[in-house]
Each structure stands twice: as structure tokens, then as C-alpha cells.
């Protein structure tokens, strides 16, 4: 008898060991399974995007992004390679990475193929977003070009946000802005008013302040030379006889073709015998912008420093 019930009892207590044990490694797989579902809500131009947390695979159409994710170390999985990649990006061209169509048209069979945690876009996919969305949690991470800064700083803190970067964008950010003060307070001592202008081919056009490429003005403190240009995306068409009228002091020449034809001809288009009559020309300061960071990126932690550091060399 005695026997009898201490084998029930071991047998309760084995039962109960064991009930114990599946409870908690349910209850591990449970905080397991919540951890890999984390998820946040992100604000951005075109809604509300539910994303999860620190997302692995990673589509990315929008080359300021890619630029910053690449700074922090993080991977991604698909970009746009039927686009031109930007120079100091072109390992993102090659065969480890997948290729997700074009910026103007996304490959939505590749896309669906790689089932995506997270797509971030910019201006030339929005409209394809809903498509986009219904694949995968997509966001819009571009630039507002009338208020750059504060856009970059908050595109970037949604990066922090999703990716657990916060502190190292923190640090990074801090240097940037500090360069930024100290090029702003060169540009207004110096007093050397300033003309962009677009190359493309033989043509030209001209962007101001609140522009594509105004943070010149705007926030590096270059005066604009003409404040009256009218704001648009492609420029405002202008001749080289405006140039000469205009008679910038330093003129900021991005050259399109360079990055998108693969053929740079700005120098020879715009160094004709009109503009060698302005100021610019005269004094040695016709600047060509790196088209890499200034036409097809932007907005990334590398480019936005490296247009400071152009900036800052152009200022005499």
C-alpha cells in the first residue's frame, strides 16, 4: 500500500514536472514568436504602415536610403539595378543583391518572389504605391525639398525607429550638422551669390531656393544670385544668355548626362564663349557637382555630408 501511493505520488510530481516544462517552453516560444512579430506604425507622406521591427528582408527603390542603410551596416535584399546606381553604391549592382526592376517601373513579379518584409520608396514610385503595399509593407521615405533638413532628420529617425539605429544615426547626424553650421557661417561671410544649374545635353535649366537642389541656399546659406527661379522638379528652363545676365559669382553645374547617358559633355556645353564673360568664369569658379550624390541619391548620410563638403570647397 505504501508502495502503492508513493508511486502515485512520484507519478503526480512527474506529471506536474511535465506539464511545468511544456508550459514554459510554450511560454518561450510564445515571447519567441512575439519578438519576430514586433511591430510599429509608421507615419510617412502617403499614410500609415504597419513594419515590423528590424525587418530582414529589404527592398529599397530609393538610392538616399540605400546610402544611409549602407552607413549603418544594414543588408538589404532587392534594388532597382535597371536604374543607374550611384557610383560609391555600385556594389549594389552586382549579382548578390536582386533586381527589382527600374525606379520608374518595379519588377512586381521579382518582388512577390522575394516576399519582402519591408519596401521603402521615394518620389518616382509613388504612384504604384498601393500595389506596392499589397506585397509588402511599403513605406515613403524621400526628401521634401522645401524643408531638406527637417525631412532627413525625420526619414531618418524612422530608420532608427525600424532598425534599432537610433544612437548611431544620432552620432552621425551630429557631425553632419555640425559641418553644415560651419559652412553655412563660411557662405555668409564670404558673400559669393550663386546660379545651379542642370545640364542635360544642350540644354540647361536652373533651380532657387525651396528647389530639387536648394538646400544651397537654403540651408548651406549660398545666396541665390536670382530669387525669383520658379520651383519645379526638372528646373526652370533658362538660356546661357540668362547666365550672362545673372553673372553668378560661383556657378554649381550638375551634370545629368553624366550619371544617365554615361557621357559627360557639360564642361564643353557650358564653357562657351557667353558664360566665360560672368564672374563664375572669370574667377575659377565654375563648380561640377558629383551628379552621383547630387542627382541620383541625396538624402542619405553620405550624400547629404558629401554636398557639404563640395559646398565648403567652392567657397573661396
Known amino acids: ?77 532587392g534594388v532597382p539595378q535597371s536604374s543607374t546606381t550611384p557610383a560609391y553604391l555600385e556594389k549594389y549592382a552586382s549579382d548578390d543583391y536582386e533586381n527589382v526592376g527600374s525606379l520608374k517601373e518595379p519588377d512586381f513579379e521579382k518582388i512577390a518572389e522575394i516576399d519582402p518584409d519591408l519596401i521603402i520608396i521615394s518620389g518616382r514610385q509613388s504612384s504604384v504605391y498601393d500595389q506596392l503595399q499589397e506585397l509588402a509593407p511599403t513605406i515613403y521615405l524621400g526628401v521634401d525639398t522645401t524643408r531638406y533638413m527637417e525631412s532627413f532628420k525625420e526619414n531618418l529617425a524612422t530608420i532608427g525607429k525600424v532598425f534599432d539605429k537610433q544612437d548611431e544615426i544620432d552620432k552621425e547626424l551630429e557631425a553632419v550638422e555640425q559641418s553644415i553650421a560651419d559652412l553655412k557661417e563660411k557662405a555668409e561671410g564670404s558673400n559669393q551669390n550663386g546660379l545651379i544649374i542642370l545640364a542635360n545635353d544642350d540644354k540647361i535649366s536652373a533651380y532657387g531656393p525651396s528647389s530639387r537642389f536648394g538646400l544651397i541656399h537654403d540651408v548651406f546659406g549660398v545666396p541665390a544670385v536670382d530669387e525669383g527661379i520658379e520651383v519645379s522638379t526638372h528646373g526652370m528652363n533658362v538660356s546661357f544668355e540668362y547666365v550672362v545676365e545673372q553673372n553668378p559669382e560661383i556657378l554649381y553645374v550638375i551634370d545629368r548626362g553624366a550619371v544617365v547617358g554615361g557621357e559627360s559633355s557639360a564642361k564643353q556645353v557650358v564653357e562657351n564663349d557667353l558664360v566665360k564673360k560672368t564672374a563664375a568664369y572669370k574667377n575659377d569658379n565654375i563648380v561640377y557637382l558629383d551628379p552621383n550624390y547630387w542627382y541620383l541619391s541625396g538624402g542619405g548620410l553620405v550624400s547629404v555630408q558629401e554636398m557639404v563638403n563640395e559646398i565648403s570647397n567652392s567657397i573661396k
Open 1 to 77: 500500500m505504501k508502495k502503492l501511493i508513493l508511486f502515485i505520488f512520484i507519478s503526480g510530481l512527474a506529471v506536474f514536472a511535465a506539464a511545468c516544462g511544456t508550459s514554459d517552453a510554450s511560454g518561450d516560444k510564445a515571447n519567441g514568436d512575439s519578438g519576430k512579430s514586433e511591430t510599429l506604425t509608421v507615419k510617412h507622406e502617403l499614410g500609415e504602415t504597419e513594419v515590423p521591427k528590424n525587418p530582414e528582408k529589404v527592398v529599397v527603390f530609393d538610392y538616399g536610403t540605400l546610402d544611409t542603410l549602407d552607413k549603418l551596416g544594414i543588408d538589404v535584399t
